[in-house]
């Protein structure tokens, strides 16, 4: 009974499985009615440009040289007696200060022997002039006598004058002399060398000594062709800032000084000079700038009017690329007119608002249509509608 109630039931159950069967897979292999259009756009992030004025600084490096440096010498003979404290390599001595002195009894005795002998002179002059009043005297009261000037002792007195104008300028030389004993600092000074010491004897012209001025120091900085068009018209008087870099940096105010005239031969590079103040920082709380030190030194070149400022990444063989109003690539040739740092400095090829692409499709192609990142799209009419009776 259960056989043959099997052989009855089976065969509706695999009918029915079958139909089943054959509507699942019927529903996989059918497309669906309707497909999601793909954008296949390329995503850009754009950015608009604008134009600015631009202030140039123009930068170069130098050494640190004294504004002038001076070997001393003797200008009297005799024996050292004494120096500074200071008067040593690497000491510093103020503007005045008495570096060296040599023995003075000659030059002191000197001095006593000229100014006698200009009181003797200044006596003799007066005897003169005595004796050339009595005989003008005589000479009134016999007018018919002959009036010569040997009889009014005229060139006695002019001889006398003479004398006095001699014994003077011995007496002023023996003074000089005696003051040049005393070696003073011509100015505020590094002591870079000294050949002398105490008990020694040395001659006119004997070199004594090596100083360099720190009342003022130079820089001679090159500037380089590509810079030099961006000079401001007006050199001197120009501020600067020196840099100091490493462990210590430190930045001072300086200003140019002048322009050396010449472009260097082997550079190509013309020169100019910047001058610093009290680079020792003996009479400003500063930090020293020692003569030799390598220094960077910025300026302010000329303005720039109108420009744009873009990363040098954007810029590939003056040409960089923007969306135009039809959302589509559009190559523009650019004139770049200064680079500084990591931004060139554009002058021509753009214009305010343009839409600047900023990250690139793999292979850009003039008129390539892209989708600008964080624009909402526009949806159409159709779709619009539909929304609306939803």
């Known amino acids: 009974m259960r056989t043959s109630l099997l052989k009855w039931i089976l065969p509706f159950v695999a009918l029915i499985v ?10 996989i292999a059918q497309e669906p009615k309707d497909k999601d259009v793909v954008d296949v756009r390329p995503l850009v992030q754009v950015e608009p440009v604008a134009s600015d004025d631009h202030q140039v600084i123009i930068n170069s490096y130098g050494e640190v040289k004294p504004l002038e440096s001076t070997l001393l010498a003797s200008q009297v003979a005799g024996e050292v007696t004494s120096w500074h404290p200071n008067f040593v390599a690497g000491g510093i001595v103020a503007r005045g200060e008495v570096l060296f002195t040599i023995e003075k009894d000659n030059y002191e005795a000197a001095v006593l022997q000229a100014e006698a002998s200009l009181a003797s002179a200044q006596a003799a002059l007066i005897e003169e002039q005595a004796q050339a009043k009595v005989a003008e005297d005589e000479a009134r ?11 009014l ?18 007496l002023k030389r023996a003074e000089r002399d005696l003051a040049r004993c005393e070696v003073k600092a011509p100015y505020d000074a590094l002591v870079i060398s000294r050949e002398i010491g105490v008990g020694q004897y040395i001659n006119v012209g004997s070199q004594v000594a090596e100083i360099n001025n720190i009342e003022s120091a130079e ?31 430190f930045t001072r105010e300086a200003e140019i000084d002048r322009d050396l005239g010449v472009v260097d ?15 020792y920082g003996l009479k400003h709380d500063v930090q020293p700038i020692k003569f030799g030190a390598y220094v960077q030194v910025n300026f302010a070149g000329a303005t720039l009017q109108n420009i744009y400022r873009l990363p040098q990444s954007l810029v ?25 740092g990591e931004y060139f400095y554009i002058s021509d090829g753009l214009e305010v608002n343009d839409q600047l692409v900023l990250t690139l499709p793999e292979y850009p192609q003039e008129g390539m249509e892209v989708k600008i990142a964080g624009m909402k799209e526009m949806t159409s009419d159709a779709e619009t509608a539909a929304v609306e009776k939803l």
């Open 141 to 151: 009261r016999y007018p018919e006598r002959e009036r010569t000037d040997l009889f």
């Open 18 to 27: 079958g139909v089943a069967g054959f509507k699942a897979i019927n529903a």
């Open 219 to 249: 820089i001679i900085v090159p500037i380089a062709g590509f810079d030099s068009v961006f000079l401001p018209k007006r050199l001197k008087g120009v501020k600067a800032t020196i840099i100091n870099k490493g462990l210590n940096s």
């Open 265 to 279: 031969n082997a550079t190509r590079m013309s020169n100019l000079v910047v001058r610093v103040d009290d680079p």
């Open 316 to 340: 590939n063989n003056q040409t960089v690329w923007i969306v135009n109003g039809e959302n589509k690539l559009e190559p523009r040739k650019v004139t770049v007119v200064r680079e500084e």
């Open 153 to 170: 002792r005229k060139p006695q007195v002019l001889s006398a004058q003479a004398a006095v104008k001699s014994a003077q300028a011995a």
